[in-house]
Structures are given as C-alpha cells and as structure tokens.
C-alpha cells in the first residue's frame, strides 16, 4: 500500500515562506505523477502544482506561480513544496497526491492525471 505523509504545516505571517514535505512510502513505482492539492474553508480542492516523472515536467496553478516550487528527493523518497511570499489566499490544508503512470502515459501532463493516493493533508495559516 501507498502511503503518503505531509509535514510542516503552521501558522506564518504574509509575506513569509513554508515548506512542506510529503514523505512515501510502500510501493515504488517506475513512472509516477505527484501533486499538491489544497483546500481552503469553505471552497473546493483545487490543483496547486504536479511534477510527472515521465517527462520530467512541472505545472503550476497561476495563482502559486513565482511563488512556490514543487521538488523531489529521490533518496529520502520525498517531495517538497516550498511558498515563498504567502498570502492570506493561500490559508488551507495541502494534500499531497500521487498516481502510478504506464509506460504509455509518460508524456500525460500532470495536471490530467487523476490522482488515485492521497495524504490526510497538512494545515497552512497564513495570518497577521
């Protein structure tokens, strides 16, 4: 079984930086897509950024842009997700999601891959 861990949530100031991890674990697959979700009170989930490891690319919400950078540790089995100059538009809890990918799939964005392996999320708090 897949599981998959996020840590480093909290509570930070606008204008302030965080970073999150997703630590996994069990299944190691050959292909693979990886994202980051969130969900802020009252509103929808939402894509934040993806990597496949297929291609090699990265996508990110327009929103986030300049602003957070997706990364991968493949030693420590770990993806990153670090914000810099948050907003309080950012305030939700981040999940983190992954999907095994085909060998025929590599060249799928991220951002259609549906995500079958999520974590239980990791609260973000972007306050004064």
């Known amino acids: 079984q897949v599981q998959l861990v996020e840590s480093g949530g909290g509570q930070v100031q606008p204008g302030g930086s965080l970073r999150l991890s997703c630590a996994v674990s069990?299944?190691?697959?050959?292909?693979?897509?990886i994202a980051w979700f969130r969900q802020a009170p009252g509103k929808e989930r939402e894509g934040v950024a993806c990597f496949s490891s297929g291609d090699g690319t990265t996508y990110y919400e327009d929103s986030v842009k300049g602003r957070f950078i997706i990364s991968t540790d493949k030693n420590k089995k770990t993806v990153y997700l670090q914000m810099d100059s948050l907003e309080p538009e950012d305030t939700a809890v981040y999940y983190c999601?992954?999907?095994?990918?085909?060998?025929?799939?590599?060249?799928?964005?991220?951002?259609?891959?549906?995500?079958?392996?999520w974590g239980k999320g990791t609260l973000v708090t972007v306050s004064t």
């Open positions: 069990g299944v190691t697959f050959d292909y693979y897509a």
């Open positions: 999601a992954a999907e095994r990918l085909a060998y025929g799939d590599r060249s799928i964005p991220c951002y259609i891959v549906g995500m079958h392996y």
